[in-house]
Every structure is written in structure tokens, then in C-alpha cells.
């Protein structure tokens, strides 16, 4: 239970800020708690479920105004199109390119040792970071209604990216918008909003197909799964506010790089010496 808590609390903490809740999620249940990568995995996907439950309800307005132009296009606000295209365009890239990721590291990455794995997310931790350090040197002026084709096209492909452990959707989302010179309040807003459905989708196929989710009921058990989910939620609602206010005021690329060196280092050293 302790350690469905300590997961519950990292996903919903963590998802909303660039370092990868999956990634801390995994290297916390196979070096914590023993948990097998393929459990761990299955659990840090399946846990996305409250998160994006979470940002369902904070960004309600946001999604009834898509609602509102798939059934009636007359009716458009400044950004309901924008919305729109931006949701579509991510969802059917993210999809494409997020499933056959999901498969390779579902039958190929898991099946690395605990400390192999633990060395191959730290490796992309570190990238995720010197991908936001070189975003955070640019200044964005676009505003949502400017955004265009392409910055939808690049944020899709970088959601589909997130499925490998270490990547973080977040982190990489909103860099591609900042590279692609979109405001940064507005590059914060939208990367939380298109993740909604590739959330679910991932979540959904990791709970109607994923045969580690099944196994993992068995080993992590049924009521830790759903105490994990519920903490998570209820955090997430909590902190989604404070962690878009933070998101603009702290510097994550330090965090990511080090931390993720650290972990590839430790992992690395203790292989050598085992």
C-alpha cells in the first residue's frame, strides 16, 4: 500500500512538470519496490488515466469549445478551430508513431535487467533535458491562434515519441512549441490539452491489451492499482494550477541532466561491479 501511495503521488506530482512521471514511476518499482519492468511499466501507463482525468476537468471549457465546432461550424471563437486541428493533427501522429514504440518497448526494452533499464532511462532523461535547455533560450510570440500546420505536425511526433521510458511528453511537447517561437504560457496550455486523448488512448490499449497490465493486477494487486489511481488523481487536481505557475519559473534542464546522469552512472558502476 505504502508503495502504491509513493507512485500514486509521483504520477500525479509529476506529470505536469518535464521529467518524465513514468520514468521516476519505473526506476522507483524495479529498484524500490522489485517490482519487473513490465509491471512497473504497465502501472506508470496505466496510472496516466487520473492525470489526464485531471486536466479533463481543469481544461473543460477548452474541449466543449472543440465540442461545440465539431457540431456546429458556424460557431468558432478565436481558437476553437486551432483547438480543433491541433487535437486531431497530435492524435492521429501520436497514435502512429506512439504504438509501435509502445511494442518496441513492451517486448524488447522490458526485457532488459533492472539495471539496464534503469541505465537506458537515465541516458533519456539527459536528452529531454538538453532538449529543454536549448528551447528555454528562445523567446515565443506566437499566440494560439497562430499557431500553424507544422507546430502541430512536430508537437504529434514528439507525443508519440513520449511512449519510451525517459522521454517526457511534457518536456518534449512544450519545448517544440517554444522552438517553434509559440508564447510560452500559451506552449504550456495547449501541451496539456492535446495530451488528454493520447493519454487515455495509451491508457485504454495498456488496460484492453497490454498483458502486463493483467499481470501486474497479480503482482501489485487490484487494490493497490486502484489506491494509486485515486491518490493520483486528487493530486493532480491539487497541483495542475501551482505546477503551470512553476512551470514557468523553474529551470527542469539541471534537474533532468544530473538526475539522469546520476541514474546512468549508479546503474552503470553497479553492473560493472556485479
Request: hydrophobic share 55%.
Amino acid at each position: 500500500m505504502s508503495d502504491a501511495i509513493i507512485i500514486g503521488f509521483l504520477q500525479g506530482l509529476l506529470e505536469w512538470l518535464p521529467v518524465s512521471s513514468k520514468s521516476m514511476i519505473i526506476l522507483y518499482l524495479v529498484n524500490a519496490a522489485s517490482v519487473s519492468g513490465e509491471t512497473a511499466y504497465s502501472l506508470a501507463m496505466f496510472l496516466h488515466f487520473s492525470t489526464a482525468t485531471a486536466a479533463l476537468i481543469m481544461f473543460r471549457s477548452d474541449f466543449l469549445k472543440v465540442i461545440k465546432y465539431i457540431i456546429n461550424r458556424e460557431y468558432s471563437s478565436d481558437d476553437s478551430s486551432v483547438l480543433f486541428r491541433s487535437l486531431l493533427v497530435t492524435i492521429v501522429l501520436g497514435a502512429a508513431i506512439g504504438l509501435p514504440l509502445y511494442l518496441l518497448t513492451r517486448y524488447f526494452i522490458l526485457e532488459l535487467s533492472g539495471l539496464l533499464l534503469t541505465c537506458f532511462i537515465g541516458l533519456f532523461l539527459i536528452l529531454t533535458g538538453l532538449f529543454l535547455k536549448y528551447s528555454k533560450s528562445l523567446k515565443g510570440l506566437k499566440s494560439l491562434e497562430q499557431i500553424g500546420t507544422v507546430d502541430m505536425v512536430l508537437a504529434g511526433f514528439m507525443q508519440g515519441l513520449s511512449a519510451l521510458p525517459g522521454l517526457s511528453r511534457s518536456g518534449l511537447v512544450a519545448s517544440t512549441f517554444l522552438m517553434r517561437n509559440v508564447e510560452k504560457e500559451t506552449a504550456l496550455r495547449l501541451t496539456f490539452i492535446i495530451s488528454v486523448p493520447i493519454i487515455y488512448g495509451m491508457a485504454i490499449a495498456e488496460f484492453v491489451v497490454g498483458l502486463g497490465f493483467r499481470a501486474s493486477l497479480e503482482e501489485f494487486g487490484t487494490i493497490n492499482i486502484l489506491i494509486a489511481l485515486v491518490t493520483s488523481f486528487i493530486l493532480s487536481l491539487i497541483s495542475l494550477r501551482m505546477m503551470l505557475e512553476l512551470a514557468r519559473r523553474l529551470d527542469f534542464t539541471k534537474f533532468l541532466i544530473c538526475f539522469g546522469s546520476l541514474t546512468f552512472a549508479l546503474a552503470l558502476v553497479t553492473i560493472m561491479l556485479s
